[in-house]
């Protein structure tokens, strides 16, 4: 995943892919003390995930600590606890899938958005973004539902989304113990596109937050690429009625294109109710 023309790669003149990104300053692999190591790398293909890029970094938590994580497939953050207590599953053929950890439902998911005059305040753009995809998932009536406050304080937010200085995309986790990823990071860059994007990308994110991996993982083929991410079968599960084969328009493909929608389509919006 690259900063601000791919998630993970390319920009495409023709098709002006982007992706969920990374910056080049999360490599301090002189500062780190966690390691990639071929287990590390073995557990991560095992789990379906793209580990030919894999980078140790110092991930700055909400609390403006840092912690050691790796960065996988340029917009998942996952701890080393995290990834051993990630559990093996078999039965992946098909391109709409999740993990192996989902939000415990029915519940009420507090967002944060951070405002005020602070380097990770949001946007105006990014605030309207927010509110568009928040209101997606509130409108399809799922077992899980969200409320959306602009604050500089995170006080009993379950997500807090903040803003990071980097290219276009964001980064997230995979929730754990029945509750959502904490945080959604959305990269500088993205102010320059529309609202329609922002809102893809902060859907994403979420998506990222209460479960969804990457729609295209066998070919990452919104990237223009043409490489599986991991072997099938083990921990991101098929998710019934969703199709085979490549969905050009689904918001959990691994990149994105400036001219996003922020829509979900009939494919998403079936995993979605599936799951929640």
Do not use: W
């Not at 964001?170 to 113990?177: E, I, K, Q, R, T």
């Not at 329609?196 to 994403?204: D, L, S, T």
């Amino acid at each position: 995943m690259k900063k601000i023309k791919t998630i993970l790669a390319l920009s495409f003149i023709a098709l002006t892919l982007f992706s969920c990104n990374k910056e080049d300053e999360t490599k301090q692999a002189n500062q780190e003390s966690l390691k990639v190591t071929p287990e590390v790398l073995k557990k991560i293909s095992a789990l379906a995930l793209n580990n030919t890029d894999v980078q140790a970094i110092k991930n700055t938590k909400l609390d403006g600590t840092t912690e050691d994580a790796f960065l996988v497939e340029g917009d998942i953050v996952i701890t080393q606890d995290q990834l051993n207590k990630m559990d093996i599953h078999g039965g992946i053929t098909t391109e709409q899938y999740r993990t192996t950890n989902l939000v415990s439902a029915p519940r009420t998911i507090k967002v944060v958005g951070l405002s005020g005059t602070g380097a990770t305040a949001l946007t105006t753009n990014m605030r309207a973004g927010l509110q568009a995809a928040i209101n997606r998932y509130n409108n399809l009536g799922l077992s899980i539902n969200f409320t959306l406050t602009f604050s500089s304080s995170t006080s009993g937010a379950n997500i807090v989304v903040r803003r990071q200085v980097g290219g276009a995309g964001g980064v997230a986790g995979f929730p754990s113990g029945g509750a959502p990823f904490n945080s959604v990071t959305l990269y500088s860059g993205l102010e320059s596109y529309s609202t329609n994007v922002n809102a893809h990308v902060a859907a994403h994110e979420i998506g990222h937050c209460i479960g969804l991996r990457h729609t295209d993982y066998f070919s990452r083929q919104s990237c223009g690429q043409n490489s599986n991410e991991g072997t099938a079968g083990v921990g991101a599960i098929h998710i019934p009625g969703t199709p085979t084969g490549y969905d050009s328009t689904s918001y959990m493909r691994a990149c994105f294109g400036s001219n996003e929608t922020g829509a979900f389509n009939s494919n998403d919006v079936t995993a979605l109710n599936y799951l929640y």
